[in-house]
């Protein structure tokens, strides 16, 4: 089954290479690559299951989300503020496991993770386990730039968004009626179920692992990272986590090394997938470990991860990354991941299945 997961996830690596010029003269590398890549998570999302308006309804969201962010970078902004900016538009979309649209806890409550992390500083910040603050990237973005720690969860995370102006809202502003389904959908399933977001009921092997059995598998995390004009690298992940899950579990999302990492020197990658594992690999640290100690490409490196690393362990899920050239890497082991770029020249592309 893993073998057959390996020699499926081998075909689906969708990787570009080579930056994009701008036609205004200017003769700067850097002012020349600025680039941006976003995901939707990735998971079970095949085509036959897709209604055509549902489909357009998410290449809209993604291709507004990388016009926000874009906009950013073309004005000569930063990298940290286009990612911050293309995630707040997939978190206030209820079509996205993050902010509004977050799936349930077994509680039947919605706890989120978030982070982001600054590739020129190495500055990072993230928050976990919050059920009150708008927009969890923001949260993160302040842990990062006006505390002195890089991790805060639940009611400090909270408090501390509070203090720092962020929008506070019931959280009830986080209920979608498409999520509690997918909750009681998953506890009848049976006690301990979990699951992860934008999957069809597909049978997954259990995890001896972990001792879970993960059935029906599904991701729908959100990330962006971005490299800006100045040669600046940020990466930045949203997440509900997974539907059914403990309350108080955390996901690699807000663990900076795991599933978000942005260093000048190598690359900014944001995952999406089944997170116990990507904590476990520490796959985005590892992706950039792969390309500053070994000098593997980034196609290399994330393929390194996401197609053998993660579905050996029993794993899956993919990422999204940029190195600091300008070169882009989207691989996914997954049935599709909701994924697209846009370039220095604003051409936007926006796939969800494989190619
Ligand atoms: N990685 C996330 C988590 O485990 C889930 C996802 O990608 O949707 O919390």
New binding site residues.
């Given amino acids: 089954m893993i073998s057959t997961l390996i020699a499926t996830a081998l075909m689906m690596t969708t990787a570009v290479s080579g930056p994009v010029m701008r036609h205004d003269g200017d003769t700067s590398a850097a002012r020349q690559r600025y680039v941006m890549v976003i995901h939707g ?1 990735a998971g079970t999302i095949l085509k036959s299951q897709m209604t055509p308006a549902r489909e357009q309804a998410y290449k809209a969201a993604l291709e507004q989300a990388l016009r926000s962010g874009y906009a950013i970078l073309q004005r000569g902004g930063s990298s940290l503020d286009a990612v911050e900016a293309a995630v707040r538009v997939m978190e206030d979309s209820p079509l996205f ?1 993050a902010g509004k649209g977050a799936v349930f806890t077994n509680e039947g409550k919605n706890e989120m ?1 978030a982070a982001m992390m600054d590739g020129k500083t190495l500055g990072a910040g993230s928050v976990a386990g919050v059920t009150v603050i708008r927009n969890p990237v923001s949260a993160a973005r302040a842990v990062m730039e006006r505390s002195q720690h890089v991790m805060l969860t639940g009611r400090g995370a909270e408090q501390f968004a509070k203090e720092a102006g962020l929008e506070i809202v019931n959280p009830s502003y986080f209920y979608t009626e498409d999520r509690w389904k997918g909750l009681q959908k998953v506890k009848a399933m049976g006690a301990g179920k979990t699951q ?2 934008h999957d069809s009921a597909v049978n997954k092997p259990s995890s001896s692992l972990l001792g879970i059995e993960n059935k029906d598998h599904k ?3 959100v990330g962006a990272v971005a490299l800006d004009q100045q040669g600046n690298l940020a990466a930045a992940t949203s ?1 509900g ?2 539907t059914n899950k403990k309350f108080g579990r955390v ?3 807000p663990i900076i090394g795991a ?1 978000t990492y942005a260093n000048n020197a190598t690359c900014a990658i944001s ?5 116990e594992f ?1 904590i476990r690999l520490c796959v985005a640290k590892t992706v950039s470990d792969l390309m500053e100690y070994k000098g593997l490409s980034i196609q290399q490196a994330t393929d390194e991860l996401i197609m053998k690393k993660v579905p050996a362990l029993g794993g899956d ?1 993919g990422l999204i990354a940029i190195d600091k050239d300008g070169n882009i890497a989207m691989p996914f082991n997954t049935a599709g991941m909701y994924r697209g770029s846009i370039t220095a020249d604003g051409k936007v592309e926006v796939l969800i299945y494989k190619q």
């Fill in positions: 998570g496991n993770d992860l977001d991701f729908g995390t997440t986590g997974m996901g690699d999302a599933g995952c999406t997938g089944w997170g990507f899920g």
